[in-house]
């Protein structure tokens, strides 16, 4: 069986105004996929009647041009396990088609998208409310799954959905682990073999520690570049860097 593979926002349309009253789920991603994602597309797969995942790297979400360019893509291999699960659509669109105004309008939120991950990523979150607001207008979907991993992200969107009246249901979905307790990522490609042995203990550092301070402590003794450790939301997050790759974590307090 083939995957029906999406390249134009108009085809989107078109085939979401043919589902009419069916519920349509959305796993929007920047591909590279891994067992994390795939938990959210086979929870939407339970849920819904029809599947639709995205796979676009979003520029406007990168401060960073030498991380955007570092982005691991491979979307042959990407399609190959989404048709394993039987995914209805898959959305693949170039800058153009989602930016055809290049950016001109965007979607900015001034509060909670200035801490954590905005705080150090100037025009982050605006990127990402933007291009997921356009998607949601492409897709239209019924539910939208998101990972608790990007819990700050998961939270804007949720947030922004009920600011504009969106008849979406945003469904957060807890955090995908490797066995050693690492939060799976699309980054974790970039880390070699020792620091992808050494990875696991931020999880166990920002679970475990007594206080931020210590966990901060802990984390530099390790040789982990702490970003940032906050607590708030009754969350603890963190940001490291390793061989110059961003990781980021949230445990429930
Ligand atoms: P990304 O491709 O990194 O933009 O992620 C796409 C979606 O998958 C986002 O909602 C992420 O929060 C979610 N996601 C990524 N990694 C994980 C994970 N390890 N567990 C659960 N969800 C994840």
């Given at each position: 069986?083939?995957?029906?593979?999406?390249?134009?926002?108009?085809?989107v349309k078109?085939?979401?105004?043919?589902?009419?009253?069916?519920?349509?789920?959305?796993?929007?991603?920047?591909?590279?996929?891994?067992?994390?994602?795939?938990?959210?597309?086979?929870?939407?797969?339970?849920?819904?009647?029809?599947?639709?995942v995205?796979?676009?790297?979003?520029?406007?979400?990168?401060?960073?041009?030498?991380?955007?360019k570092?982005y691991?893509?491979?979307?042959?291999?990407?399609?190959?396990?989404?048709?394993?699960?039987?995914?209805?659509?898959?959305?693949?669109?170039?800058?153009?088609?989602?930016?055809?105004?290049?950016?001109?309008?965007?979607?900015?939120?001034n509060q909670d998208?200035?801490?954590?991950?905005?705080?150090?990523?100037?025009?982050?979150?605006?990127g990402v409310?933007?291009?997921?607001?356009?998607?949601?207008?492409?897709?239209?979907?019924?539910?939208?799954?998101?990972?608790?991993?990007?819990?700050?992200q998961?939270?804007?969107?949720?947030?922004?959905?009920?600011?504009?009246f969106m008849?979406?249901?945003?469904?957060?979905?807890?955090?995908?682990?490797?066995?050693?307790?690492?939060?799976?990522?699309?980054?974790?490609e970039r880390?070699?073999?020792?620091?992808?042995?050494?990875?696991?203990?931020?999880?166990?550092?920002?679970?475990s520690?007594?206080?931020?301070?210590?966990?901060?402590?802990?984390?530099?003794?390790?040789?982990?570049?702490?970003?940032?450790?906050?607590?708030?939301?009754?969350r603890r997050?963190?940001a490291?860097?390793?061989?110059?790759?961003?990781?980021?974590?949230?445990?429930?307090?």
């Open positions: 069986m083939s995957i029906d593979l999406f390249r134009s926002p108009t085809e078109q085939w979401r105004y043919r589902q009419k009253d069916l519920s349509v789920g959305f796993v929007p991603t920047m591909g590279a996929l891994h067992e994390g994602h795939l938990s959210l597309v086979e929870r939407s797969m339970r849920e819904n009647d029809k599947t639709v995205s796979i676009f790297v979003n520029p406007t979400q990168f401060n960073d041009p030498k991380d955007l570092a691991p893509t491979q979307l042959e291999t990407d399609l190959e396990l989404l048709k394993a699960l039987e995914v209805d659509l898959v959305f693949s669109p170039e800058e153009k088609d989602v930016y055809p105004d290049s950016y001109r309008f965007k979607l900015s939120e998208s200035k801490l954590l991950c905005g705080a150090d990523r100037e025009g982050h979150f605006d409310l933007t291009v997921v607001m356009k998607l949601f207008h492409i897709v239209n979907p019924t539910h939208a799954y998101f990972g608790e991993k990007d819990y700050q998961l939270s804007l969107i949720s947030d922004m959905a009920k600011a504009f008849d979406v249901k945003v469904v957060g979905c807890p955090t995908f682990r490797s066995r050693e307790g690492l939060a799976l990522s699309s980054r974790n880390l070699s073999t020792q620091a992808r042995a050494k990875a696991p203990n931020f999880a166990k550092i920002l679970q520690a007594p206080s931020i301070d210590e966990a901060r402590a802990e984390l530099d003794a390790q040789g982990f570049e702490v970003v940032y450790l906050d607590q708030l939301w009754n997050f963190g490291v860097k390793l061989e110059d790759v961003r990781l980021i974590d949230n445990v429930a307090l």
